[in-house]
């Protein structure tokens, strides 16, 4: 993979924590006016008409060596993510009319006390993210996020976003650290890398307080 391009671990909804979810993130999403737009970016719900696309770049080792999966073959890949409730959560971003990575925004329910669940239902999201190495060192991936996380607060009305990766994936780190994201936790020796054995984990998050500060 060449410089530039962030994989997190959650990405696609492969996620290390997977909290209750009691309204689903295409039941969120479909409320929303897609597509998005930043300067060089469109940003929409993805389609099964995408992922022969995205296998194209998903497909290759240094694309998912920071990934949770590594998919066997194209028909693996069309297998899993074309699952309904995985593409329901994810989307994808085009650059001048060509896709150039995918993203992952679930929405989930906040961890409360039983009487109190009510409160945290659907208030948070765990997000992810690839980027296609051809788009690499560009910074799309860190506008990319950057409206993601926009989308949560202003257009969802989230409280709360979080994203987790291998603590040597320092491209992924260094996105969520531009996008204004604190980390939260470095657990060590706690993800079992399928080339690597027992690496670091690290956690980011950020409140929708937060955002105006580091928008």
């Known amino acids: 993979m060449s410089s530039g391009q962030p994989l ?11 909290p209750s979810t009691t309204e689903s993130s295409q039941s969120r999403l479909d409320h929303l006016s897609w597509p998005f737009r930043t300067e060089r970016l469109t940003i929409r719900r993805c389609t099964t008409g995408d992922l022969d696309p995205l296998w194209k770049y998903r497909g290759l080792p240094e694309v998912s060596r920071w990934t949770s999966w590594h998919p066997a073959d194209r028909q693996d890949w069309n297998r899993y993510q074309g699952e309904p409730a995985r593409m329901a959560r994810t989307l994808v971003f085009e650059h001048d009319g060509a896709i150039a990575g995918d993203l992952m925004l679930m929405v989930h329910d906040g961890w409360a006390q039983r009487e109190a669940a009510a409160r945290a239902h659907g208030t948070q999201a765990e997000l992810g993210w690839a980027l296609d190495p051809t788009f690499g060192g560009r910074g799309l991936a860190t506008e990319a996020v950057r409206e993601l996380i926009r989308i949560s607060f202003e257009e969802l009305g ?41 690496l670091d984990g690290i956690e980011y998050a950020l409140l929708a307080d937060e955002w105006g500060t580091t928008a």
């Open 8 to 18: 997190g671990r959650a990405t696609l909804g492969l996620v290390t924590f997977t």
């Open 158 to 198: 989230l409280r709360r976003v979080s994203a987790g990766a291998f603590a040597d994936n320092e491209r992924s780190v260094r996105v969520m650290e531009r996008v204004g994201m604190r980390r939260e936790a470095y657990k060590v020796k706690e993800s079992f890398h399928r080339d690597l054995g027992w």
